[in-house]
């Protein structure tokens, strides 16, 4: 059967139609392809992208030639951490059901398109450099803000379990941490963890940010790859500080203390090996030359990195730091085409072996209820994370 039922020919979305401004819209309703599912949308994480495209910071959504096309122009419905309930399955969908609760990879590359050969990044697992890559929520393609979205089946994972909506939201994010830190692995850094040379051993770790990148960063180095050095977390939120304490870090206030008198202090005039920015503050640029051993590691996370000069790059380079940029949850795919490091964040939220439910602050109940978190609670000392939650009608 793959037909649903009381189906209508519109839906509602929230639509961001100019920058910081949405607008609720009945928007046509899409339909599935032969390869494709229509889900029933149930939670949205929100994310700090998110944020950035509704204010002007920037903008994914191209044209052949790389200019941005204006919101005005080609207005965009956001939301790319999405869980939701399968609705309708096209005639070719064999392994997903009517009912099934499914976690979303919102991009489209090779294997989602069913296109062969499979060009070289997404044949070496990079599939978020896919040659034709596209996304829904970010790159103008349709968002998980809206009642239904229609993605390749093989672009969704079946939840097994009772992990709530809201929760298992997160496997996105979470996914994007995995394959940063896989990125880093496969690197050829002086510094590795876990190094059985104790001289290439990465003995002191420095996360920019406890905001929800910096938590899973924290969690993952502890719970999943067993890193048991010292882990330092520069923090200036107090809330945050806490609850990344309580993941196993040592947490320091960069505006109580002078942060590189602390980093010496703690590391014994050594130093990090690795750097995490995971906040995307430009100011970040200016001091990490100031808190990394020579040739360390500095993971790139984060993104925005305004209102710097380009020239504190200088130290930087001088020090000859491994610099690793990565982007969203790339990985190789299973058999059956789906996403593997998907399938790997999920299955570590189900387990509870990362935590992330802690960390919800906010949960919006409706789309009405949505532009409050664009216009001022995201700004709020007390926001973490937002996720919206989506009961059927």
């Known amino acids: 059967m793959n037909k649903t039922t009381n189906k209508t020919s519109t839906m509602r979305s929230l639509v961001l139609c100019d920058i910081g401004k949405l607008e609720l819209r009945d928007v046509p309703r899409p339909e599935p392809r032969q390869h494709d599912v229509l889900v029933r949308v149930s939670a ?7 944020f950035h495209i509704f204010s002007g910071q920037t903008n994914y959504n191209r044209d052949k030639r790389g200019k941005p096309i204006s919101l005005v122009e080609q207005p965009q419905i ?27 990879d919102q991009g489209l590359n090779c294997v989602s398109g069913v296109r062969k050969p499979l060009c070289e990044y997404c044949a070496s697992g990079d599939s978020h450099q896919c040659q034709f890559y596209n996304e829904h929520g970010i790159t103008g393609l349709p968002g998980g803000l809206a009642e239904y979205i229609v993605l390749p089946a093989v672009n969704a994972i079946r939840i097994n379990s009772d992990v709530d909506d809201g929760e298992a939201a997160l496997t996105e994010p979470l996914g994007c941490v995995v394959h940063a830190s896989e990125m880093v692995a496969r690197s050829r850094t002086r510094y590795v963890i876990g190094a059985e040379e104790s001289d290439r051993r990465v003995q002191s770790i420095l996360i920019f940010g406890a905001g929800p990148a910096g938590l899973l960063f924290t969690q993952y180095l502890r719970n999943v790859l067993g890193y048991d050095g010292l882990l330092l ?34 590391t014994g005039g050594r130093r990090v090996e690795y750097l995490i920015d995971a906040c995307g503050a430009g100011s970040v640029f200016t001091s990490i030359h100031s808190l990394i051993r020579k040739q360390a590691t500095v993971l790139l996370y984060g993104y925005g990195h305004g209102g710097v000069d380009l020239s ?46 802690s960390w919800i602050t906010h949960r919006y109940h409706s789309l009405e209820a949505v532009p409050q978190a664009f216009i001022s609670d995201h700004q709020a000392s007390d926001y973490i994370k937002g996720v919206v939650v989506l009961e059927p009608e």
């Open 233 to 266: 977390v520069s923090e200036p939120n107090a809330q945050k500080r806490e609850l990344v304490a309580g993941y196993g870090a040592e947490v320091i206030d960069p505006l109580a203390v002078d942060l590189a008198e602390v980093v010496q202090e703690k």
């Open 78 to 104: 956001m939301g790319h951490e999405i869980v939701g309930v399968v609705e309708e399955v096209g005639q070719k969908v064999q392994d997903l059901r009517i009912g099934d609760r499914v976690v979303l």
């Open 312 to 357: 504190v790059l200088n130290n930087l380079q001088f020090m000859e730091a491994r610099l690793v940029t990565t982007t969203g949850a790339s990985g190789g795919f299973d058999s059956d085409g789906r996403p593997l490091t998907y399938q790997r964040a999920l299955g570590l939220v189900e387990a509870k072996q990362i935590d992330v439910g």
């Open 44 to 50: 949205v994480g929100l994310c700090g992208t998110d």
